[in-house]
Nanobody
Framework: QVQVVESGGDLVQTGGSLRLSCDASGSGFRINGMGWYRQSPGKQRELVAYITGGSSTNYADSVKGRFTISRDNAKNTVYLQMNSLKPEDTAVYYC????????????????????WGQGTQVTVSS
């Protein structure tokens, strides 16, 4: 019922910019916080940026000042604007959505859980 899909990954040159999008679709859910994570070969998945339901943000030190996370609540979409890209930014970027989901309507029952997208590849050439 709920799907999270990332898009926008591409091959770019060092110093270039890219904007990733994460779209949540389906029904019976409300998005709380959303985060961007990335994973490169041989490394653990790491948090890149996070935006809470109250729209406060947090960034990994490695991207602070270069990346900006934002959200459009009406579209159930979160963005990651990536500027001044470096080769070390190369990774598969994943979106994670913290949601309150309706699991039953009779009676109304909700639960809080997170959903992962499939990932989108970002490659920054040196």
């Amino acid at each position: 019922q709920v799907q999270v899909v990332e898009s926008g990954g591409d091959l770019v040159q060092t110093g270039g910019s890219l904007r990733l999008s994460c779209d949540a679709s389906g029904s019976g859910f409300r998005i709380n916080g959303m985060g961007w994570y990335r994973q490169s070969p041989g490394k653990q998945r790491e948090l890149v940026a996070y935006i809470t339901g109250g729209s406060s943000t947090n960034y990994a030190d490695s991207v602070k000042g270069r990346f900006t996370i934002s959200r459009d609540n009406a579209k159930n979409t979160v963005y990651l604007q990536m500027n001044s890209l470096k080769p070390e930014d190369t990774a598969v970027y994943y979106c994670n959505a913290d949601m309150t989901v309706v699991v039953s309507t009779t009676p109304l029952t909700t639960r809080r859980r997170d959903y992962w997208g499939q990932g989108t590849q970002v490659t920054v050439s040196s």
